[in-house]
């Protein structure tokens, strides 16, 4: 199940977070939770998220970066972008769907990784110090281009996103420009010993970077972030062609059971982000057969027909028994047709097959445990979801679900902090605080839930205005 964690008021919020974001706030993004909170609708996704660390792991490990713990944050926008910050991998889903190979986008990953261990991202921070401006955060953080490409959205979001587009893009270009083109060669450079490293061609990066070089990047009224912060003057694309060229790798194409996984994602991202129509439109060209089947399963999970979608599903399982995803696919189908025993089975053994150890897949069991309602299921449910939030403290949806298993196993005190929690993780401070405190009422003073609520009660809101 992909699910977007969108704050509430989303779209006031982003014009806001544009507005009032400092440059230090942004920048400690990478540490921080509020940021979530502050207009950047991430996806979640135990599939996707998977795929993209799978691109990522052996790309940090020849960059000589940890790789151990790298979180992979999808941010759902069309325009493309890319870009590390910490130990957080940021990639807007229009990159995931612009890239027709892994190789494409694991390119970028590369590249990006070249910045990363060229400790670019310092200097970008001074950069961003002395320019303080706003535009260039926006632009890291694809707000600018969700601004400009919502005109649907909200009128006040599209009109401040316009004018970041047009003076905002230019003033970020033109500031990140000067010191931008050496260290744009450097992590190109770096990137193509990176995929050397890894037995990978450096075609894909070179593909993606050509089309920005060309007016095909443009489109419409979207602005690509990634094009902004990275020109593409002939004298870059000539050099890395040459790098490119010479590398041995310089043919090698994906295997093909990474390049199903990759149509997997996208179908699945077109399914849930575009609609039916996008699905069609990416199954009638080129997707892998077994992508198409799933694209259409998702569809007809999304749009209505459960049970032509269950008898879909089943027939994925028969053709990848251990594909963990068809499982949890199984199981969203039966949760929607009111089934939680059959679909917590399902979930069960998506739990069990998914190598990644995604903490998304337990909190899915969770919920269907929680649907039975029994006093066992129940019990169940908690343990579930709080393995879950073990691996993954942020997902703040998760939280909700705990909230309720535990009222309905009448922990009134835990229910409360639980909510404190959900609170908490979506940025909603004064709330959290507020639940943190009638949670302590009911708890022992200094016991581990009681100091957990302690810490989110001395929680102080980030002074970034
Ligand atoms: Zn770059």
Not at 111 to 121: I, N, R, T
Not at 241 to 253: F, G, H, I, N
Not at 350 to 367: C, E, F, T
Request: charged fraction near 20%.
């Amino acid at each position: 199940m992909l699910s977007l964690s969108r704050p509430a008021s989303t779209v006031a919020k982003a014009a806001r977070a544009v507005a009032t974001l400092s440059l230090g706030a942004v920048m400690a993004f990478a540490g921080t939770v509020s940021a979530f909170a502050q207009g950047v609708p991430v996806v979640r996704d135990a599939e996707i998220e998977a795929l993209v660390r799978d691109y990522a792991r052996p790309i940090f490990k020849a960059a000589g970066l940890s790789s151990s713990n790298i979180q992979i944050v999808l941010v759902n926008d069309k325009s493309f972008n890319a870009f590390v910050a910490g130990r957080r991998l940021f990639i807007n889903t229009g990159a995931l769907m612009q890239s027709e190979t892994p190789n494409e986008i694991i390119g970028v990953i590369a590249h990006e990784a070249g910045h990363l261990a060229g400790g670019h991202q310092d200097k970008l921070r001074e950069q961003l110090d002395r320019a303080k401006t706003m535009a260039i955060v926006a632009s890291l953080l694809g707000v600018g281009a969700i601004a400009a490409g919502a005109a649907t959205n909200s009128k006040g979001l599209a009109g401040a996103g316009m004018g970041l587009a047009a003076g905002g893009g230019e003033m970020a270009q033109r500031s990140l420009l000067s010191y931008q083109r050496g260290e744009e060669i450097t992590a190109d450079r770096s990137a193509i010993t990176y995929l050397n490293a890894t037995g990978q061609s450096g075609m894909g990066m070179l593909k993606t970077f050509q089309r920005f070089q060309s007016a095909l990047s443009l489109s419409g009224a979207q602005i690509d972030p990634y094009r902004i912060s990275h020109p593409m003057p002939q004298d870059r694309i000539s050099n890395l062609e040459e790098l490119v060229k010479k590398s041995p790798y310089r043919d090698k194409t994906d295997p093909p059971a990474l390049q199903q996984r990759h149509d997997m994602m996208r179908v699945k991202i077109a399914a849930y982000l575009d609609g039916q129509a996008a699905v069609s439109r990416l199954i009638r060209r080129k997707l892998d057969p077994l992508a198409a089947k799933y694209g259409e399963a998702q569809v007809a999970y999304l749009y209505g027909n459960l049970a032509s979608s269950l008898t879909q599903a089943d027939a994925l399982i028969k053709a990848q028994p251990k594909n963990p995803y068809f499982h949890e696919l199984r199981g969203d189908i039966l949760m929607k047709a009111n089934r939680p025993k059959d679909a917590a089975t399902a979930y069960a053994k998506a739990v069990r097959l998914d190598p990644a150890k995604s903490g998304i897949l337990p909190v899915s069991y969770g919920q269907a445990l929680l649907a039975q309602g029994t006093p066992d299921s129940l019990k169940k449910a908690v343990a579930q979801i709080e393995s879950g939030l073990a691996r993954d403290r942020e997902n703040g949806a998760a939280y909700r679900y705990l909230a309720q298993a535990y009222g309905e196993q009448g922990d009134v005190a835990k229910a409360e902090l639980a909510t404190a929690e959900g609170y908490f993780y979506s940025g909603a401070f004064r709330d959290a605080k507020i639940f943190a405190m009638r949670a302590q009422k009911s708890l022992k003073r200094g016991e581990p839930a009681w100091l957990r609520a302690q810490d989110i009660i001395n929680f102080g809101p980030a002074k970034s205005n």
